[in-house]
């Protein structure tokens, strides 16, 4: 089982960078794909970035493609988000989530944190 802690949501102002981190818990953590989703008030969740195990494929929503980066440090069994160019449509709750090598679902989810972005 993996644990997900989330940090580094803030207040931003457009066009502002921030950078999201992700730490997990337990010594596994290099065999799961890791994703970044994120919910906005009155919408459903959706999918941000992933990046997969070795060597570390990364995919992005298009409405994040040029913007944001996904990256992983196995040794510190964190995963980041890099976000650039930041704009008020951004504004969520971010959450990563691990993809269970198994059963080839997220089934792992952190608390989520809040990044605001101010136009």
Same mark, same amino acid.
């Given at each position: 089982?993996?644990?997900?802690?989330?940090?580094?949501? /803030?207040?931003?102002?457009?066009?502002?960078?921030? %950078?999201? #981190?992700?730490?997990?818990?337990?010594?596994?953590?290099? #065999?799961?794909? @890791?994703?970044?989703? %994120?919910?906005?008030?009155?919408?459903? %969740?959706?999918? /941000?970035?992933?990046?997969?195990? #070795?060597?570390?494929?990364?995919?992005?929503? =298009?409405?994040?493609?040029?913007?944001?980066?996904?990256?992983? =440090?196995?040794?510190?069994?964190?995963?980041?988000?890099? @976000?650039?160019?930041?704009?008020?449509? =951004?504004?969520?709750?971010?959450?990563?989530?691990?993809?269970?090598?198994?059963? %080839?679902?997220? =089934?792992?989810?952190?608390?989520?944190?809040? /990044?605001? /972005?101010?136009?």
């Amino acid at each position: 089982q993996v644990q997900l802690v989330e940090s580094g949501g /803030v207040l931003v102002q457009a066009g502002g960078s921030l %950078r999201l #981190s992700c730490a997990a818990s337990g010594r596994t953590f290099s #065999s799961y794909a @890791m994703g970044w989703f %994120r919910q906005a008030p009155g919408k459903e %969740r959706e999918f /941000v970035a992933a990046i997969r195990r #070795s060597p570390g494929n990364t995919y992005y929503a =298009d409405s994040v493609k040029g913007r944001f980066t996904i990256s992983r =440090d196995n040794a510190k069994n964190t995963v980041y988000l890099q @976000m650039n160019s930041l704009k008020p449509e =951004d504004t969520a709750v971010y959450y990563c989530a691990a993809e269970s090598p198994i059963t %080839r679902t997220y =089934d792992y989810w952190g608390q989520g944190t809040q /990044v605001t /972005v101010s136009s």
